[in-house]
Antibody
Framework: EVQLVESGGGLVQPGGSLRLSCAASGFTFSSYSMNWVRQAPGKGLEWLSY????????YYVDSVKGRFTISRDNAKNSLYLQMHSLRAEDTAVYYC????????WGHGTLVTVSS | ETTLTQSPAFMSATPGDKVNISCKASQDIDDDMNWYQQKPGEAAILIIQEATTLVPGIPPRFSGSGYGTDFTLTINNIESEDVAYYFCLQHDKIPYTFGQGTKLEIK
């Protein structure tokens, strides 16, 4: 069974940093590209970033370019999102999702940016 | 950026009804459209991929149609368990984009 479990969310002050993790199981992680997606309270979903299976191709949405960094460790079956210079508008539930065609999602981890 | 306009935002249906949810893309995305179902507290589930392909294990009362810019998710013979939030995703062009979602209520 494919499982994606996000962790690392929490309360952070504006301007702060946070690193999210996504633990993958039930499939060959190293064979799949991965994505990060978020949903702010009361808002729609926003795709944030994509990383290919071998980390050679990476994309970001403009709103997080230069502040967020996606990475992965295939030996640990893990995906990461390093977030810097966090703003109130980054408050959201953050999801990892598998594959370029986005077939499986995790349950998400809540990030709250507030003083 | 490809804008997806999803409608309606909210709908209420009676068991046995047929409902249609629309997703219109601002530019041609071929058939790179997925539909998802999300229930409170649960992970989103892919129900239709590549615009028309029913994901294995999803009840056949769900179907998808469309190509290019106009897409529709149809639910036939709605059941009470179909209460959920439904949304579309285009994965043809970076950045991927989502529709605003549809909250389906069962009367």
């Amino acid at each position: 069974e494919v499982q994606l479990v996000e962790s690392g969310g929490g309360l952070v002050q504006p301007g702060g940093s946070l690193r999210l993790s996504c633990a993958a199981s039930g499939f060959t992680f190293s064979s799949y590209s991965m994505n990060w997606v978020r949903q702010a309270p009361g808002k729609g979903l926003e795709w944030l970033s994509y990383i290919s299976s071998d980390s050679t191709t990476i994309y970001y949405v403009d709103s997080v370019k230069g502040r967020f960094t996606i990475s992965r460790d295939n030996a640990k079956n893990s995906l990461y999102l390093q977030m810097h210079s966090l703003r109130a508008e980054d408050t959201a539930v953050y999801y990892c999702a598998r594959a370029a065609h986005v077939d499986y999602w995790g349950h998400g981890t809540l990030v709250t940016v507030s003083s | 950026e490809t804008t997806l306009t999803q409608s309606p935002a909210f709908m209420s249906a009676t068991p046995g009804d047929k409902v249609n949810i629309s997703c219109k893309a601002s530019q041609d995305i071929d058939d790179d459209m997925n539909w998802y179902q999300q229930k409170p507290g649960e992970a989103a589930i892919l129900i239709i991929q590549e615009a028309t392909t029913l994901v294995p294990g999803i009840p056949p009362r769900f179907s998808g149609s469309g190509y290019g810019t106009d897409f529709t998710l149809t639910i036939n013979n709605i059941e009470s368990e179909d209460v959920a939030y439904y949304f579309c995703l285009q994965h043809d062009k970076i950045p991927y984009t989502f529709g605003q979602g549809t909250k389906l209520e069962i009367k």
